[in-house]
């Protein structure tokens, strides 16, 4: 069945760092690929999307492109803050249902 | 409300007791999920609808386990005897559930009914 791998947490950084969040899926067809982020003591929410391939998502200031070829959407920011820190779930829906399948989630901590 | 609001927002029961969480969604969203979250993991699907109509209840892991929709609104998961093996977050989310437009897949999620099973 589909599937979504992301990289183990928690990662690290300092502020002004960048970041790159690892996420590959499988799944059969052509998915739509997403972010989410959630913050502490809140809900999960949207952070960025991409629903075919080569395209990019983008939202404050983090970035992910659907690479068909490898199968992967990482999660990247060119210079983090400490209110990045939040845990990140890469997830994918099917051609023709808006079921999300989660990856693991991986916790990021920034540091002044 | 603006958002999806659950309740309760942590309910702490007994082994063998029955528990009821609710699920108010956005108001004029078709669809609504109930995922279940454990410590350290992603969100897990157990079902979801479309208007009162369960759609796909695949991911409940047994017959313990129910939801319903009756208006096509407000949503109850039902778990029958509680076991410990059922603590976790229980979170539910809502969408607009249009193929029609580019809301593919943008879930709101309600902030979880934590779940403790004694």
């Known amino acids: 069945g589909d599937s979504v791998t992301q990289m183990e947490g928690p990662v690290t950084l300092s502020e002004e760092a960048c970041l790159t969040i690892?996420?590959?899926?499988?799944?059969?067809?052509?998915?739509?690929l997403f972010w989410y982020v959630q913050y502490p003591g809140e809900g999960l929410q949207l952070l960025l999307k991409?629903?075919?391939?080569?395209d990019k998502g983008s939202n404050k200031g983090f970035e992910a492109t659907y690479r068909k070829e490898t199968t992967s959407f990482h999660l990247e920011k060119g210079s983090v803050q400490v209110s990045d820190s939040a845990v990140y779930f890469c997830?994918?829906?099917?051609?023709?249902?808006?079921?999300?399948?989660f990856g693991t989630g991986t916790r990021l901590q920034v540091f002044p | 409300g603006a958002g999806v609001s659950q309740s309760p927002r942590y309910k702490v029961t007994k082994r063998g007791q029955d528990v009821a969480l609710r699920c108010d969604p956005i108001?004029?969203?078709?669809?609504l999920y109930w995922y279940r979250q454990a410590l350290g993991q992603g969100p897990e699907f157990l079902t979801y609808?479309?208007?009162?109509?369960?759609?796909?209840k695949s991911g409940l892991p047994n017959d313990r386990f129910s939801a319903e929709r009756p208006e096509g609104s407000i949503s109850t998961l039902t778990i029958q005897r509680t076991e410990q093996r059922d603590s976790a977050m229980y979170r539910c989310?809502?969408?607009?559930?249009?193929?029609?437009?580019?809301?593919?897949?943008?879930?709101?999620f309600g902030e979880g009914s934590r779940l403790t099973v004694l």
């Open positions: 108001s004029g969203h078709v669809s």
């Open positions: 609808f479309n208007y009162e109509a369960q759609q796909d």
């Open positions: 690892n996420c590959t899926y499988t799944a059969t067809g052509y998915p739509s």
């Open positions: 991409a629903t075919k391939a080569d």
């Open positions: 997830a994918l829906s099917g051609r023709n249902t808006d079921k999300l399948i």
């Open positions: 989310a809502s969408s607009l559930g249009s193929r029609r437009t580019s809301n593919t897949g943008e879930l709101f």
